[in-house]
């Protein structure tokens, strides 16, 4: 018989409580409880993030293990998020795993949250047919955004990132500016469908290399936006569709730009997406404009797993697991982490 190992895994890096249980690369259960006490503040307020954790974490670990049909004493290993992220929120995930490895007397893994974004595309069933490494990362999230090479399951090699603000927060700021609840990445995104991307014209940032910038782009939209009430108080109202569309349009392009320019310069032809922003349907289709060759592959993860979740947590253990990396007690989460981080 197969000796499966089954891994309990634990995402508390921002506001979503997410607990998973894997059987090798497949998954039993993937449950998120996303939290909305920020609602109300427009942005997460990292003490009641941390809270609201520790308040939920135990009955999403019952529920994960019960949707699985699982007992804990059957894990053979217990996988969290190590960082990037809140540090009391991480604190909250990294407590409850190393409890339950201690307890339990199993294998603790460590896992970084944005190489989790992009290996989720190897859980099985994900895709048809697997990237095959290397190949080109893109990381789209609400704090970061980055263009990496990707060697192996363990290789990652930045070579772009944003320099002020990340895709994801620019979608959420202007959001909020429009008057959408946050987050509203998703409702920008609804929105645009019907809007003229062509109506507004707003700067495409200019940034080196690989790198990335949208701060610059939020500020020109919001002084846009607070000059046009000005003259017209129901300008948002009024042309809300066209301004989504507009600003969409351009924080897409920027992003594509850099895309196009990784590829020829590091001849990698297959991009691989992962984040909440990875999502967007301007971006899946302005990809497969770009990209319309058969020599180009690209992988966007299946919806369930672009925001927030732990069954990427899972699918990243399980491969340090099958390698032997095993972290320890002693390790405490990090706010900041470098993608290459091991
Ligand atoms: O990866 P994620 O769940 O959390 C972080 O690690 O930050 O990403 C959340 C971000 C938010 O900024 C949210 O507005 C954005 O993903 N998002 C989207 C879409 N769905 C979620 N942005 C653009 N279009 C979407 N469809
Ligand atoms: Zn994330």
């Known amino acids: 018989m197969r000796n499966y190992k089954y891994i309990l895994s634990i995402e508390?890096?921002?506001?979503?409580?997410?607990v998973a249980l894997l059987r090798d690369?497949?998954?039993l259960s993937n449950v998120i409880y996303s939290q909305s006490v920020h609602q109300f503040y427009q942005g997460v307020v990292p003490e009641l993030a941390s809270r609201d954790h520790q308040k939920k974490i135990i009955p999403t670990i019952d529920h994960a293990l019960a949707l699985a049909k699982m007992k804990i004493k059957q894990v053979h290993a217990i996988a969290y998020t190590v960082g990037p992220g809140l540090i009391g929120s991480l604190l909250v995930g990294s407590s409850v795993a190393k409890s339950l490895a201690l307890s339990l007397n199993i294998p603790l893994i460590e896992v970084h949250h944005m190489q989790a974004h992009l290996l989720v595309h190897f859980i099985k069933g994900a895709h048809k047919k697997e990237p095959a490494f290397p190949f080109l990362?893109?990381?789209?999230s609400g704090g970061h955004t980055q263009i990496a090479i990707i060697k192996d399951v363990f290789t990652f090699q930045e070579i772009g990132t944003t320099l002020d603000d990340a895709i994801g927060e620019c979608f959420d700021k202007c959001g909020t500016l429009l008057g959408f609840d946050y987050p509203s990445g998703h409702l920008i995104d609804q929105l645009s469908q019907k809007?003229?991307?062509?109506r507004f014209q707003f700067p495409l940032p200019s940034t080196p290399k690989f790198?990335?910038?949208y701060s610059g782009l939020k500020t020109a939209f919001k002084n846009f936006v607070l000059k046009n009430?000005?003259?017209?108080e129901g300008f948002i109202k009024n042309n809300k569709a066209d301004l989504c569309a507009s600003l969409q349009k351009v924080m897409i392009e920027h992003l594509t730009h850099k895309i196009k320019d990784a590829v020829t310069k590091t001849g990698l032809k297959q991009i691989v997406f992962g984040g909440g922003v990875s999502c967007n349907r301007f971006l899946f289709k302005h990809c497969h404009h770009l990209f319309d060759s058969s020599e180009y592959r690209l992988f966007f993860p299946p919806k369930q797993y672009t925001t927030d979740n732990a069954a990427m947590i899972g699918i990243?253990?399980?491969?340090?697991?099958?390698?032997?990396i095993i972290g320890n007690l002693n390790t405490t989460p990090k706010a900041k982490l470098n993608l290459a981080h091991s």
């Not at 508390?12 to 997410?18: A, E, G, L, Y």
């Not at 990362?137 to 789209?140: E, F, S």
């Not at 990243?316 to 032997?324: H, M, N, R, V």
């Open 137 to 140: 990362g893109v990381t789209l």
């Open 12 to 18: 508390t890096s921002c506001d979503d409580t997410s």
């Open 316 to 324: 990243a253990g399980y491969f340090k697991l099958q390698k032997g």
């Open 195 to 198: 809007g003229n991307p062509d």
């Open 229 to 232: 009430i000005n003259e017209d």
């Open 211 to 213: 790198h990335l910038s």
């Open 25 to 27: 690369r497949s998954v």
